[in-house]
Structures are given as structure tokens and as C-alpha cells.
């Protein structure tokens, strides 16, 4: 009988552990994706870009001679449907860790056991699962520095090679179209400007793992802190997704080490952060929703979207260069720079006091990379809200920040237009996403701060004296 394997954030050939599994069982294989209830919650940018990985990843299927089955519905009806119309006896996947995919993944396990049916779950989306990283005292981290030195020396096996056949049914089940679906739906705002800047699928994403490890990883640790420098790995679009493997990034940095680039230590660190988020996102789900911290709920965020502020944020008009170059990045690229998300967060939760939560959703709605556990630590941490967070009363000053990290101001040269005489396409790309509703243009005067920075900060550390917590 049939296995369905039931594809989620795993997009991928190589290193795929319950891909590689289901194909040594010589059984047919049917690979199934489905717009459940998680997928259809995604924001905008993500839930298309997660078309373009599926598109691609049917591609590769197709390569090695199968199909991907794309089914629309809430996962578990829609998976027992199929067992129904193929006869499958095994239901098999990779597991994910953020609380809404686990919370569905055990109903689903549950339902499907009771149906008799062998439900298998595999690893492959972290490097060390959860429950696997303890405390001396058998508890969960909640510092990354000692959660670094516990696992940086414990060994991850090689990665896998890629499944070269899997057999097929004797029928197969229907398929949805992929058009049908229309994952971009709300993306016509500037699907066709930030296209060029996605790096789509499993072969892409190897590319850009070669090229970083030759020519970038020895330079990643200053390089990686300039926003106006493409010194990082760019990869965190393809990680999220499952197009690549975080065993062969991990892999790929060893080897870097071993051959004595000196910025492999840093990446090699770097890509455990992203464990670490989900090490959280697994012990304490509400990272994703609420102030980890739970005193932070006392404190008096703005929590109204609406404001004039935030939509100065939102819209890369605060009079801020370094804040509206990331903003507008953000829009014209589904990408931001890592410095720049540290500042326009700080900026947000602290200069203009807002909730995390509305920085967190903006996010959500326009990275390419958007990833549930890295996005609310990255938040949590610069809000101050969050475990192991940068202290609130740290307050990352816009102006300086871009002095010391883009000293030419290459960053807002690239990304703003006003004021300039002839401004890069990079700049006046973004007027080409961004919506005619919001009324600005490249013509336009660039604005006043919204708010001077040190009054901001004043502001804000004067709310954190007086808070009472
Ligand atoms: P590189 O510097 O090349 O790093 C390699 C990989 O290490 C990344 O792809 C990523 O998987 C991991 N990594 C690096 N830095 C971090 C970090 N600080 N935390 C966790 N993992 C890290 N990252 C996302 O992948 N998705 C998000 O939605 C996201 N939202 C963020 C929101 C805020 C407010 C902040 C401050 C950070 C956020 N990050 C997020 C973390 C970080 O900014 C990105 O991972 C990084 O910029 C991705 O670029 P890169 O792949 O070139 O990274």
C-alpha cells in the first residue's frame, strides 16, 4: 500500500530524511502538499513565495519521473480523503516546531492512528530538535550562550544525497492546479518587483550556499553587519521554506572551518540562532503571541496600527534614513538586512513605543523569508520583551547606527529617491510596489523626522522608569 508524504517545510531532494526513508521502502510514494488551515493564515509575501517554492520543488519531482499532489483543506479531512481515494496505509512527514504546526501535526497523528494507519514523523527542519538540547537540571534554555556551548561540539551527521526514484502508484489521485490556488493573490502590490530579488528552489539555493562558502564566509563577520554590503548568505528564504538543508549550511561552515576561513565560527553561530528561536518557539509557545517577559504586558504599548506613526514606519517615511531605506527594502525586495531589522524594531518598540506584535505582523505579511519562531525572537529581542532580549533602556540611536555601519550611506542612496537628482533603480523601484493609495512619490520632499530620535528615546525611557513592573 501506498505511503502519502505529506510535504510541508521540507521542499527539497537532498538531505531530506523522510523523503529518503519512504523511498528505501520501494513502496509507491505519493508526495502530497496541502493549502491547510496554516498555510492559508500565511501574510501576503510568504504565502506566494511559498507557491514559487512548490512550483519549483513539483519541478524536481517531476525530474526523478513523480508528481506532487496539491490538495486545498483543512489537513486532516483532506488527508484522511486521499487515504480513502488511493488506499494508502502510511502517512509520513517532517516535523516542524512552532506551536500552531505541532498543536495540528499531534490531532492529526492522533486521528490518523485511530484510523489504523502507520504516522511516521522525521526530522531535518533544525539541526537539534527541541527536546533533545537540556539544561543541567533537565529544563530549556533560555540564553543562547550556554545553549551554544551545549550542542556546538555534539557532531551533526552528514547530510543525506538527494532521493533519486520513488515508485509510483498504480493510480494516481487528483490533483488541484497550483493556478488554481492563486498563493499570490494579494501580492499584485509587487510580486513583479521583488521577483528579481528571490533566489527560487533546491538548486538555487545550493548555488548560493557554494558561492557564499567560496567567496563571502571569509568576510561574513564584519561584512555580515553593513546593510549596504551583500556579505551574508541570503539564505534564510530558501531555510524556511526547506529548499536547503540547515544540516548542509552547517555542514558546508564545518568544512569552511576546517579549511581556516575565518568567518566560519560566526556563521556556523548564526545558524544556531535559528534553532535556538525554535528550541523557544517549542518550550514557550507564546514567544510567537504574547510578551515572553509577561511583566512587559503592563507596559503602555501603542497597539493602534492606524496611528500616523506607524504608517510613517510601515511606508518608510519616518525621516529616519536608516529606518526608511530597511522599510523600503523590506517592500521592494521581501528581504531586509539583519542590522536593518534590529533598528527599525528598536525604532518601532522604542522611539515610537508601539507593540512588538505590530512590527511582528507587518513583517510577517512582507518577508520572503518570513519565518514564525526566527520573526517573534528577533522581535521579543528587540523589543526587550523577550528571553535573552537586549535590555529595553538599549535604545539603537538610527543616526549613529548608520555612521558606524554604512559610513558612505550606501543603504539610503540605494533605497531612497527623494532628494536625489538621479536616484539608483534600486530607490525607485520601491514607488513601483508600493500601492497608488499611498499617495508618495519620488518627487516628493523627503520628510522631517516624525519624531526626533533623542526625544524618542527620552520618551521611552521615561515610560520604562515609570512602569509598573
Ligand atoms: P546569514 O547572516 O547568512 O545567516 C545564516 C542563517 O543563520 C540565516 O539564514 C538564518 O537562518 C540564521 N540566522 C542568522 N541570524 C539570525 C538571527 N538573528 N536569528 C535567527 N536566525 C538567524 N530571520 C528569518 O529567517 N526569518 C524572519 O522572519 C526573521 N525575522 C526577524 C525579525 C527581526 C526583528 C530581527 C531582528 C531578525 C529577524 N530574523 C529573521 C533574523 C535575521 O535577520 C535573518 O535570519 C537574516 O537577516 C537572514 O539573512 P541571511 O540568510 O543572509 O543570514
Known sequence: RPILYWLRRDLRLSDHPGLSAAAETGRPVIPVFLADEIVEGYGACPKWRLGLAVESFAGRLEGIGTRLILRRGP???????????????????????EPDGTERDRKVKAALEDDSLDVQSFPGHVLFEPWTVATGTGGYYKVFTPFWRKVRDRGVAPPLGAVGTLAAPQDWPRSDRLEDWDLGAAMDRGAAVVAPHLTVGEEAAQGRLGAFAAHRIEDYPAARDRPGVDGTSGLSENLTYGEISIRACWHTGMRAQEEGKAGAPTFLKELVWRDFAYHLAFHTPRLLRSNWREEWEAFPWNEDEHRSDVIAWKRGRTGIPFVDAAMRELYATGRMHNRGRMVVASYLTKHLMCHWRIGQRWFEDCLADWD??????????????????????RVFNPVTQLDRFDPDHTYPTMWIAEGQEDPPDTALS?????????????????????????DGRARALAAYENRDF
Open 430 to 454: 520601491y514607488f513601483e510596489a508600493i500601492p497608488r493609495n499611498w499617495s508618495i512619490s519620488p518627487d516628493d520632499a523627503y520628510p522631517e523626522p516624525i519624531i526626533a530620535p533623542k
Open 372 to 393: 514564525p519562531a526566527n520573526n517573534a525572537l528577533g522581535w521579543q529581542w528587540s523589543a526587550g520583551s523577550g528571553p535573552d532580549a537586549s535590555p529595553f533602556f
Open 75 to 97: 489537513a486532516l479531512a483532506t488527508l484522511r480523503a486521499l487515504v480513502e481515494e488511493t488506499g494508502a496505509g502510511a502517512v509520513w512527514w517532517s516535523r516542524v516546531y
